[in-house]
Antibody, heavy 117, light 108 residues
Framework: EVQLVESGGGLVQPGGSLRLSCVGSGFIFNADWISWVRQTPGKGLEWVAN????????YYVDAVKGRFTVSRDNAKNSVYLQLNSLRAADTAIYYC??????????WGQGTMVTVSS | EIVLTQSPGTLSLSPGERATLSCRASQSGSSNYLAWYQQKPGQAPRLLIYGASNRATGIPDRFSGSGSGTDFTLTISRLEPEDFAVYYC?????????FGQGTKVEIK
């Protein structure tokens, strides 16, 4: 069974940092792009970042450029999202997702990030 | 950036009825890279349709996608009780992925 499991969410103050992790199983991890997608009650679903199989290409939505960094360690079947300079608007459930056919094919259960003082 | 507008916002139907959901893009994306997702409360979204008309693995054939260019449709031929949920469209274009705001299909 293809599975993605996120961890690392929590409560952080504005301006703070957090590192999210995602572990994949049930598929050839280094064969796929991996994405992060977030969801807020107010703005719905928003794509955040993608990372290529080798990690050589990364893409970000404008709202997080310069603050978030995506990386991966294929030896550990893991992808990471480093969140810096966090703002209240970053409060959301963050999903790790396998990207296939330019669509978000398999989703993790999500990890909640709350930015509040 | 492509903006996706879904209509209607809410669709009130009875089990067994046909559901037609619309997704309109502000500009044409890359080769019909349009997808549809279903989300139920407390769950992550689930991919239904990719490439505008291809059903994802395990998706029942009562779900179908159509359209091209800037106008796309998700059709559920006969609503089952488990189909009442929120549906999102999503498109890829110019290294960006965007979602529509969602259509809620509720029991009438």
């Amino acid at each position: 069974e293809v599975q993605l499991v996120e961890s690392g969410g929590g409560l952080v103050q504005p301006g703070g940092s957090l590192r999210l992790s995602c572990v994949g199983s049930g598929f050839i991890f280094n064969a796929d792009w991996i994405s992060w997608v977030r969801q807020t009650p107010g703005k719905g679903l928003e794509w955040v970042a993608n990372i290529k199989q080798s990690g050589s290409e990364k893409y970000y939505v404008d709202a997080v450029k310069g603050r978030f960094t995506v990386s991966r360690d294929n030896a550990k079947n893991s992808v990471y999202l480093q969140l810096n300079s966090l703002r209240a608007a970053d409060t959301a459930i963050y999903y790790c997702v396998r990207l296939k056919w330019f669509a978000f094919e398999t989703w993790g259960q999500g990890t909640m990030v709350t930015v509040s003082s | 950036e492509i903006v996706l507008t879904q209509s209607p916002g809410t669709l009130s139907l009875s089990p067994g009825e046909r559901a037609t959901l619309s997704c309109r893009a502000s500009q044409s994306g890359s080769s019909n890279y349009l997808a549809w997702y279903q989300q139920k409360p407390g769950q992550a979204p689930r991919l239904l349709i990719y490439g505008a008309s291809n059903r994802a693995t395990g998706i029942p054939d009562r779900f179908s996608g159509s359209g091209s260019g800037t106008d796309f449709t998700l059709t559920i031929s006969r609503l089952e009780p488990e189909d009442f949920a929120v549906y999102y469209c999503q498109q890829y274009g110019s290294s960006l992925w965007t979602f529509g705001q969602g259509t809620k299909v509720e029991i009438k």
